[in-house]
Nanobody, 112 residues
Framework: QVQLVESGGGLVQPGGTLKLSCAAS????????MSWYRRAPGKERDMVAS???????NYADSVKGRFTISRDNVKNTVYLQMNSLKPEDTAVYYC??????WGQGTQVTVSS
């Protein structure tokens, strides 16, 4: 049974940090490109960051220099370190194993 379980979301003040985790099981994790997407209220779901099987990374322009994606192929986990958070980062964050599997999402709220 495939599972992608996100954790680490919550409420944080502007300028704060959060680290999201996505624990994967039920498929060959190391063979998949892993990504984080987010859906802000009233908006489409957008790609935030991706990490390829070889470790190469891609970021949305809006998060470059603030967010870092990484993966641990032993723990079958992908991470998103989020620094210097802004109110516009408020969204539900989803883990995605391209092209097939989605997590259930975790809420991130940036507010004072």
């Amino acid at each position: 049974q495939v599972q992608l379980v996100e954790s680490g979301g919550g409420l944080v003040q502007p300028g704060g940090t959060l680290k999201l985790s996505c624990a994967a099981s039920g498929f060959p994790f190391s063979n998949y490109v892993m990504s984080w997407y987010r859906r802000a209220p009233g908006k489409e779901r957008d790609m935030v960051a991706s990490v390829h099987t070889g470790g190469a990374t891609n970021y949305a322009d809006s998060v470059k220099g603030r967010f870092t994606i990484s993966r641990d192929n032993v723990k079958n986990t992908v991470y998103l370190q989020m620094n210097s958070l802004k109110p516009e980062d408020t969204a539900v964050y989803y883990c995605y194993a391209w092209p097939t599997y989605w997590g259930q999402g975790t809420q991130v709220t940036v507010s004072s």
